[in-house]
């Protein structure tokens, strides 16, 4: 037993492993994220949608100049 352990040359002939590394870890699919996504999108597409109301609405409205013009036109012919 002595004779393993003792001699020098026993030791430097065998090679050095490499340090071990850690392994990342399985491609497992993100269920959680994948739901926060759909979410977030669903969130976003409704979003647009009452915009894009919004903006048709607003579209449908006479200038605010022509408005004002109106008005005063009709407040002077109240005036007369």
Known sequence: MAAVGGESGVWSSVPSLPPPRPRSPPRYPDLYG???????????????????????????LQPASRCC???????NSLGR
Do not use: I, P
């Open 34 to 60: 994948k739901r926060r996504e759909t979410a977030k999108l669903q969130m976003l597409e409704r979003e647009r949608g009452f915009l894009e109301e919004e903006l048709k609405f607003v579209e449908s």
């Open 69 to 75: 013009k109106e008005y005063a036109r009709f407040c």
